[in-house]
């Protein structure tokens, strides 16, 4: 079975600066896609970024970028130029290939952008 | 730009009463999902849905749980017999398995509170 570990409960960030978060994924399938979601405290999940497993490139997405080691098994989500609106929880997810389309979710890191 | 959406916001029931929470997926949409997120913790899967059939599900769906797809446009979950750890926010979501990424979209969520 499929897992994703955010170690990260809490994160701190000055406005302006950039910020990475923390994830990794366990599966023993070759092909799945990773995907960073933002819970602000009103509730909504918000859909970020993007990776695929055979891409080859790091996904962005304006200020998201996603950091893919796929030897580390890690798909660390780098925020640039951080803004107080950032500031939520943020979901590392996995979804592998074929018939199986749950999401499975990390426990999230929540983050703070400090004025 | 489309989007999930979900009523009601927020529900309040006794232990023991059914609900409904409705979802209105994206229009062009072929997957729905619904998704739960007990306070403070991860969110969960549920239930996929495809071609007015589930697709897959938890074993937190067990027979209180079912799905439906009443009309072109609504989709449902209905909880039997509510019980007080079934409290939680649910989302539904949504996606287009014709695109590569076939990311799920979710809406806003219903917050369910069991007395």
């Known amino acids: 079975a499929q897992k994703i570990t955010q170690t990260q409960p809490g994160m701190f960030v000055q406005e302006k600066e950039a910020v990475t978060l923390d994830c990794t994924y366990d599966t023993s399938d070759q092909s799945y896609g990773l995907f960073w979601y933002k819970q602000p405290s009103s509730g909504e999940m918000i859909f970020l970024i993007y990776q695929g497993s055979y891409d080859e490139q790091n996904a962005t997405e304006g200020r998201y970028s996603l950091n893919f080691q796929k030897a580390r098994k890690s798909a660390n989500l780098v925020i640039s130029a951080s803004q107080l609106g950032d500031s939520a929880m943020y979901f590392c997810a996995m979804r592998l290939s074929g018939s199986a389309r749950q999401l499975t979710f990390g426990s999230g890191t929540q983050l703070t952008v400090l004025p | 730009e489309p989007e999930v959406t979900q009523t009601p916001s927020h529900q309040v029931t006794q232990m023991g009463q059914e609900v409904i929470l409705r979802c209105v997926p994206i229009s062009n949409h072929l997957y729905f999902y619904w998704y739960r997120q007990i306070l403070g913790q991860k969110v969960e899967f549920l239930v996929s849905f495809y071609n007015n059939e589930i697709s897959e599900k938890s074993e937190i769906f067990d027979d209180q749980f079912s799905v439906e797809r009443p009309d072109g446009s609504n989709f449902t979950l209905k909880i039997r017999s509510t019980k007080l750890e079934d409290s939680a926010m649910y989302f539904c979501?949504?996606?287009?398995?014709?695109?590569?990424?076939?990311?799920?979209?979710f809406g806003p969520g219903t917050r369910l509170t069991v007395l």
């Open positions: 979501a949504s996606s287009d398995p014709v695109l590569t990424t076939d990311t799920q979209y």
